[in-house]
């Protein structure tokens, strides 16, 4: 069974420009968080979406936002790049994201802000 | 969520057992413990997940103390390919949604 999967695996931008990363949950996985790791740092909780709804906002500023498709695959959109957004971006999938699921993460997106 | 404490980094040699404990005080009743391992440049992935007592599976066991103000993820006769970072997590059933990462353990294993 194909796990999460993530596009792209790498990324280079300038300061200023948008950025979007994009998820694959896996089959029947109906929940879907983003996470954002810096380098010697453990993830931090970005947003979780269930059934196209938001669920959970971590604290980070406006310029990140997101969505969920009907087939639940996200998007994490990132406007107005700063040096410091440069990290891996992590996206977990589970059932309903409700419980003790198990989250499933994906490979990551690292992303590198010049 | 309860916060968790849990120590920077270990060393080990192959073929030995390590145990990393992570305490964590505040822990509600109705949360589980719950430990990931990370390599380098990859998500995280689910080892072991407990509430009370002791539960094991085919990669680690998890023993948790009757007060469940600390617990311990112990992996046996660890090799090279165990080297990488431990999180021990809190998951709430209400707030479950949201893992809360701390720095992890970094392991090293030794030939």
């Known amino acids: 069974d194909a796990g999460v999967t993530q596009s792209p695996t790498h990324l280079i931008k300038t300061r200023g420009q948008q950025v979007t990363l994009r998820c694959s949950p896996i089959?029947?996985?109906?929940?879907v968080s983003w996470y954002q790791q810096v380098l010697g740092q453990g993830p931090q909780f970005i947003f979780q979406?269930?059934?196209?709804?938001?669920?959970g906002r971590g604290n980070f500023p406006d310029r990140f936002s997101a969505r969920q498709f009907p087939n639940y695959s996200s998007e994490l959109n990132v406007n107005a790049l700063l040096l410091g957004d440069s990290a891996l971006y992590l996206c977990?999938?589970?059932?309903?994201?409700?419980?003790?699921?198990?989250?499933?993460f994906g490979p990551g997106t690292r992303l590198l802000v010049l | 969520l309860a916060k968790t404490t849990q120590p920077i980094s270990m060393d080990s040699y192959e073929g030995q057992e390590v145990n990393i404990t992570c305490s964590h005080n505040?822990?509600?009743?109705?949360?589980?413990i719950t430990w990931y391992q990370q390599f380098p440049s990859q998500g995280p992935r689910f080892i072991i997940q407990?509430?009370?007592t002791k539960v094991t599976n085919e990669v680690a066991s998890l023993f948790i103390p009757a007060d469940r103000k600390s617990s311990t993820l112990s992996l046996p006769r660890v090799s090279l390919s165990d080297t990488a970072v431990y999180y021990c997590?809190?998951?709430?059933?209400?707030?479950?949604?949201?893992?809360?990462f701390g720095s992890g353990t970094r392991l090293l294993v030794r030939p």
């Open positions: 977990a999938s589970s059932l309903q994201g409700v419980g003790q699921e198990t989250q499933y």
């Open positions: 089959s029947g996985h109906k929940s």
């Open positions: 979406y269930y059934e196209k709804e938001e669920r």
């Open positions: 505040n822990i509600a009743t109705n949360d589980y």
């Open positions: 407990g509430y009370k």
């Open positions: 997590l809190v998951v709430g059933v209400d707030s479950s949604y949201k893992l809360i």
